[in-house]
């Protein structure tokens, strides 16, 4: 792969270059006391300077005593935001005294006429697993979401590998990261000492290596790519958290009357947190909703979640109502039947769940009682 | 109404969206028993027919009301009507309930997998049906019935609440009458005056006549009927492999991507709703699954 | 005597019994024809007695104050028809009635009673017997009373 360095300066050229190529430039943004992800307007919205300390039930942003950029892990929000909007309008109909007049392709008015190419500008390599991960799901299978077609298309992708592992993070256990391997178009890897700061750069796909003959940079020297290699080196041995994935599908279905289920289940508040930071959850429900006057019906697609007691709710009740049974579905899922389901983990150690519990369940936490307790 | 010739143009891409119904005309609805009805319905603008396999069900949706999902209760060799049977429990299939000849529905399917008839080729069939549970079956039973010689034995096991929720009673009447189909209904209680069977539809087996190492059965009705109906079938000496249910769950788009039907690591919209008792007999007897 | 003692064998109730217990009870046995309509116990009588069901269909019913005689179940060619000739007080706790022309074996409660206190042996057999088929429709009440064709709304 060839790769390149550039000076931090040049950051901002590479924004510019991707918006005069017509892209809605998504990236990092300080909001709320949250890193979250957010159209770039002007680069100086970068939220420089800053790192997060996380741990069960806690997010803190502190300041560094550096410019670093890119100097924390993941925020609440994932890339799903985007390509998985929380709520998506898929049809509207109209009832006219001739009838019920269901939408043409041509008057499709879920979406503007030509959606923009968004350029993702941070993407954790945990959080670039975690979007192959949905392409499978919405795109793998024989029916295909054309909503997340739509807003996949076109994307441009640069990562950003973790110069610090975050206080929940287990990408290392997951095989997601530090590093991005492939799926990029453009991976940077922040270097930052007292005498330089600049990036170096992988080029992942012939169009990022486009993009980039934009940038001043050069070819990056055997040094820095060694430089680059160590800083990834050490977030491996400072992550937060560990999953030992061996056997873990077969463990949690052998073990669905484990009395730990139980205990977990008194303290979950089934407040779905962690299913929406989590960056691969895309269970959702349509909703018909009419205006007053009983003439339009739009049909909306929202997030959803199985921690909802209505979630699986059939005539007489709903199939899960402890939270016990919710608490299960959603780990299982998770760490189990996905990989029956889509081939892989659904787990991409980025920790958020951890972060975002009120309560702190720890997953990792979880699956260890399990392992170690098993009749 | 239905001629409006805007209507009948609609030339919708429905396979770029997925979540886009087709109106469907309601020709008829028929009250079958004091909570249960049969829409039958004709396609709107260009489609023709729709194509089904038994077993398989669709998404019906009533105009800002809502969506859920109906197994096809009708004749598979008549795609030119659409049958659905179901009972009005909800708020979508209440207010079903109330409309007439003319109204427009929209149907998205068919999705799921269907019942094997093929499968029981050369074998005896039995169909085990409880409650409403019927409706899902009768197109295999149809089918079976117009393929007659194709099929050994076949025994229709049908239990419900009491006489007056039994459904299709002239079919049933019809099919009795014929002397290669056995007939067995049963209420799990009647008024003095019912001449049928009292007890529960489990009880009919034993006296069945079928050959239970060359059958294929087909059951359909609550969990718990088709769990303890497939127990006395293997009980009776029926392979596991050989009985077929058809589960049950919340679904919102009916084509594997909300994530709502999932059954253990099964999504029931398109890896069921028919699935070989085999294969889930354990998710079955475990709670909140 | 003997055609009774083959019928008795021949229904699956004596399935594996012991042929000289054949000899001990057959004198307990008679034949019974019921036609359609009649009652053939009724609730609060003596419970003198047991049927072998050989054709035919009978009715469990329950009188009700409100909607009158409700069924609960019916019993058919194979089934065994009471056994309150086995628990005191020995009264019938059920109406039945012959639905269709019905044919059965009538065993004496009070005659096989004391049979089965001069020998316990004989009584374990009937008894076996007895719980097998009181298990399952203890199992198929409990269905019935789960209700499970679901609420009338």
Not at chain 2, 12 to 39: A, S
Not at chain 2, 187 to 208: C, E, K, Q, Y
Request: net charge neutral; glycine share 8%.
């Amino acid at each position: 792969m060839k790769t390149f360095i550039f000076e931090r300066s040049e950051l901002d050229r590479l924004v510019e270059t991707l918006k005069r190529r017509g892209y809605k430039v998504i990236g990092p943004i300080l909001r709320d006391s949250a890193i979250i992800y957010d159209e770039l307007t002007d680069t100086n919205e970068l939220s420089v300077g800053w790192t997060d300390e996380q741990t069960n039930a806690a997010y803190r942003l502190k300041n560094r005593n550096d410019a670093a950029v890119f100097g924390w892990t993941v925020g609440p929000q994932s890339w799903k935001k985007f390509l998985f909007p929380p709520i998506q309008k898929i049809f509207a109909t109209h009832k006219s005294t001739k009838g019920l007049d269901l939408p043409n392709s041509k008057k499709q008015t879920s979406e503007e006429p030509t959606p923009a190419k968004y350029a993702f500008l941070g993407v954790r390599p945990c959080d670039l697993n975690a979007i192959s991960i949905q392409d499978k799901v919405f795109l793998g299978g024989s029916i295909i979401d054309p909503v997340y077609e739509r807003k996949r298309t076109g994307n441009f992708i640069i990562t950003v590998n973790c110069g610090q592992a975050g206080g929940t993070c287990f990408c290392a256990s997951m095989g997601t990261g530090p590093k991005a391997i492939a799926g990029f178009d453009l991976s940077l890897t922040e270097v930052l000492n007292d005498k330089h700061h600049y990036f170096v750069a992988e080029v992942g796909t012939e169009l990022g290596g486009d993009v980039l003959k934009n940038v001043k940079c050069i070819k990056a020297t055997d040094e820095n790519i060694a430089t680059a290699h160590e800083i990834c080196e050490k977030t491996v041995k400072h992550m937060g958290r560990f999953l030992d994935t061996s056997n873990l599908k077969n463990i949690l279905y052998q073990n669905s009357e484990h009395s730990r289920w139980e205990r977990t289940a008194a303290r979950c508040l089934t407040c779905a947190n962690c299913t929406m930071v989590c960056p691969t959850c895309f269970c959702a429900t349509i909703e018909d909703v009419t205006d007053l006057a009983g003439k339009q019906a739009d049909r909306m697609r929202k997030w959803d979640s199985c921690f909802t007691l209505d979630f699986s709710y059939i005539h007489g009740g709903s199939v899960r109502a402890s939270a016990k049974a919710r608490y299960r579905q959603w780990m299982t899922h998770k760490l189990a039947s996905w990989v029956d389901q889509f081939g892989t983990s659904g787990c991409v150690g980025c920790g958020r769940c951890i972060t975002w519990c009120p309560v702190g369940i720890d997953i990792t936490e979880e699956a260890r009682a399990i392992r170690e307790s098993q009749p | 109404m239905a001629t409006d010739p805007e209507l009948l143009s609609l030339k919708v891409d429905y396979k770029r969206n997925p979540m886009l119904p087709w109106p469907f005309q309601i020709r008829r609805v028929k009250h079958e028993t004091e909570d249960t009805f049969t829409v039958e319905l004709q396609p709107l603008g260009a489609l023709e027919e729709f194509a089904f396999q038994p077993g398989q069900f669709n998404m019906v949706y009533v105009f800002g009301v809502g969506e859920i999902p109906i197994s096809i209760s009708g004749d598979p060799a008549k795609p030119r009507i659409l049958v659905h049977t179901t009972r009005a429990v909800g708020t979508v299939t209440k207010a079903m309930d109330k409309m007439r000849r003319g109204d427009i529905l929209g149907i998205r399917g068919p999705y799921g997998t269907p019942w094997p008839v093929e499968q029981a080729h050369g074998l005896d069939v039995v169909f085990v049906a409880g409650g409403i549970g019927l409706a899902p079956l009768r197109p295999a039973l149809y089918e079976v019935v117009a393929h007659r010689e194709q099929y050994g034995k076949v025994v229709l096991l049908y239990g419900t609440r009491t006489p007056s929720d039994v459904l299709f009673r002239q079919e049933l009447e019809n099919w009795r009458a014929r002397f290669d189909l056995e007939i067995y209904v049963t209420v799990d209680r009647a008024m003095s005056g019912w001449r049928g069977n009292v007890g529960v539809v489990t009880n009919l087996i034993s006296r069945a006549p079928f050959d239970p190492r060359n059958t294929i059965a087909f059951v359909c009705g609550p969990e718990i009927m088709m769990r303890f109906t497939a127990m006395e079938l293997h009980k009776r000496g029926v392979d596991i492999e050989h009985i077929f249910v058809s589960m049950e769950r919340n679904m919102k788009c009916a084509i594997g991507l909300c994530g709502h039907c999932q059954f253990g690591s099964y999504f029931v919209c398109k890896d069921g709703p028919v699935f070989q008792y085999g294969k889930i007999k354990d998710m079955l007897v475990k709670w909140e699954i | 005597m003997e055609d009774l003692k083959n019928i008795l064998a021949e229904h699956q109730f004596f399935n594996g019994f012991n042929e000289e217990y054949f000899a001990l009870i057959v004198g307990c046995a008679s034949n019974v024809r019921v036609d359609t309509g009649k009652m053939i116990l009724r609730e609060g009588e003596q419970a003198n007695q047991f049927y072998l069901i050989r054709s035919g269909k009978v009715s469990i019913q329950l009188m009700t104050p409100n909607k009158g005689p409700v069924i609960i179940q019916t019993l058919h060619e194979g089934d065994i028809l009471g056994w309150s000739w086995l628990v005191p007080p020995f009264t019938w706790h059920f109406d039945a009635k012959a639905i269709e022309l019905t044919r059965m074996i009538a065993l004496d409660g009070k005659c096989l009673r004391a049979k089965c206190e001069n020998d316990h042996d004989l009584g374990y057999e009937l008894l076996k017997r007895f719980a097998d088929i009181m298990t399952k429709r203890l199992e198929s009440t409990r269905l019935q009373l789960l209700d499970i064709y679901g609420d009338r709304s």
